[in-house]
């Protein structure tokens, strides 16, 4: 058996504290071919690695599996894997690289690095980074990871429907949570170089994802939400609730419910507003929700809401913990039958309220 051909094991970690490296080590073993039996199982070559699976061996190839990962080499050729982890209470993180090389000790055979995206560009590496983070669960870098697929300069958007691709399956991870910090700054981020109005092309889905940001307490989604809210959009800020609509004669009813809230319900006017902000929800059910019926379940809701809040000014009963909450939530309900009508074909008005 020829004995200059050997499967080389290095195992080099790295242990990280944000962006610093606070900590490494190499270790490295020859293995001769006359010790790598087909079928048998190597204990760990270096302190610290995992035992090694030997499949089949050769002068010219070599089968194994390490860590579930099925590993095929020719002599000559080099192949690297990289794992990581991070205690998920503390910033320190810890990175191993496990380099399998098979070759001939007397170098008669050149050695090739087949390890996958070894001749990745930057912009592959980084995507292929960024992947890697994801998949750990760090779903923050979704929108990091957008912009750096859909830009050729890491600031501007030059491919429009792969940033909302990657982005919307960030969504569907939840990575614009309200609170989700990092997403957001790197939101924030893109929107310098970038016209935030288009990062989604769902605009109803992008409203109510920015309008609950918003009425958590986002600052960041309530400054994007005043560059969305231009043209067709209207907002109505009711405390830290926001209220955003496509439809002016919904957009009335929402400014209405503000005016009686920030009044407290004090004023006359307030009763006579309350009622008739209950007429115009009657002719808008009348014209518009063509499906919904005056008597349907949800209206005689928000009319009953009204009917209250109207009562109360009028006797000076309105207490803001009790009404300000019961307005609210009618106009949830409000937002949500005419966003139900816009999906169903029916009206293409919407309305997405999030208190």
């Known amino acids: 058996m020829d004995t200059t051909i050997a499967l080389r094991v290095t195992c080099v970690r790295t242990t990280h504290d944000m962006t610093v490296t606070v900590g490494s080590s190499t270790e490295s073993a020859a293995i001769p071919l006359h010790d790598l039996h087909p079928a048998t199982t190597l204990p760990p070559p270096v302190p610290g690695c995992h035992s090694i699976d030997i499949v089949s061996a050769t002068t010219a190839h070599i089968s194994l599996r390490y860590r579930r990962r099925d590993i095929d080499l020719d002599t000559g050729q080099r192949l690297s894997i990289e794992d990581s982890w991070q205690n998920p209470h503390s910033s320190v993180r810890h990175c191993e690289r496990v380099t399998f090389e098979y070759f001939d000790t007397d170098h008669t ?31 923050e870098y979704y929108v990091v990871k957008a912009l750096e697929a859909a830009s050729d300069d890491g600031r501007v958007i030059a491919r429009p429907d792969v940033f909302r691709s990657i982005l919307l399956e960030g969504i569907e991870e939840g990575c614009l949570t309200p609170e989700k910090s990092g997403s957001w700054n790197a939101l924030k981020a893109c929107a310098i170089h970038n016209d935030p109005t288009c990062f989604m092309s769902d605009r109803t889905r992008y409203l109510a994802i920015l309008s609950a940001a918003a009425s958590a307490g986002n600052d960041i989604a309530r400054g994007l939400l005043d560059r969305v809210c231009t043209g067709d959009v209207y907002r109505v800020d009711i405390g830290k609730t926001c209220l955003c609509t496509l439809d002016e004669k919904i957009a009335a009813i929402y400014t209405g419910v503000k005016s009686i809230i920030d009044r407290q319900g004090r004023a006359d006017d307030c009763h006579r507003l309350a009622a008739n902000l209950s007429l115009q929800l009657n002719q808008y059910v009348r014209f518009h929700w ?39 939530d009618a106009m949830q309900i409000l937002g949500g039958i005419d966003q139900t009508c816009a999906d169903d074909g029916v009206s293409r008005n919407y309305a997405i309220v999030h208190p």
Not at 293 to 312: C, E, F, H, N, Y
Not at 320 to 325: N, Q, R, W
């Open 290 to 328: 063509r499906r919904v019926s005056a008597g349907s379940p949800q209206v005689i809701t928000i009319k009953k809401a009204l009917a209250a809040v109207a009562s109360a000014c009028k006797t000076g009963a309105y207490k803001p913990e009790v009404h300000d909450a019961l307005l609210l």
């Open 109 to 139: 055979v050149a050695v090739a690095d087949v390890t996958p995206g070894i001749n990745d560009t930057p912009r592959e590496k980084a995507l292929r980074e960024l992947d890697k983070m994801i998949t750990e669960g760090r779903i």
